[in-house]
């Protein structure tokens, strides 16, 4: 049987403590990384909770919205939509270059909503509660 014979070789190395001063610096970059990958790990983890959170909100919202739509009467009742016209600057620049003096028109007398109208029956029969007082 052959001995095995195992040879060691020895390298030289020029300025030790440089080299060790950047293999720590490297580890310290190293440790670095992996410490803002923690944060990051956290981060998204919490990220996670959040959303599972608000989803969980969000169903028991639309829970209540569900019974509270079964609770309340049902009506026929809907609020007229009403789109405001915006005007284009670059009209209104030729209207104004060209256009002759013209007398203001009093702005159309719009019809109370029923909002409104109910706004004001409420107000007239607070009045009129404060004048029995």
Do not use: C, W, Y
């Not at 095995?4 to 300025?15: A, C, G, R, S, T």
């Amino acid at each position: 049987m052959k001995e095995q014979h195992n040879e060691l070789f020895f390298v030289e190395i020029k300025e030790p403590s440089e080299v060790r001063k950047g293999i720590l610096e490297i580890l310290k970059g190293i440790l670095e990384v992996l410490q803002k990958f923690e944060k990051f790990k956290q981060l998204r983890q919490k990220k996670l909770e959040n959303i599972n959170k608000l989803r969980g909100l969000l169903r028991d919202t639309n829970k209540t919205m569900g019974t509270l739509k079964n609770r309340l009467p049902q009506t026929n009742f809907k609020v007229p939509f009403v789109k405001e016209v915006l005007p284009h600057p670059k009209k209104e620049q030729k209207k104004k270059q060209s256009a002759k003096p013209v007398q203001e028109k009093a702005p159309p007398k719009r019809e109370m909503t029923d909002l409104e109208r109910l706004e004001s029956e409420l107000k007239s029969i607070e009045g009129k509660l404060k004048d029995l007082t």
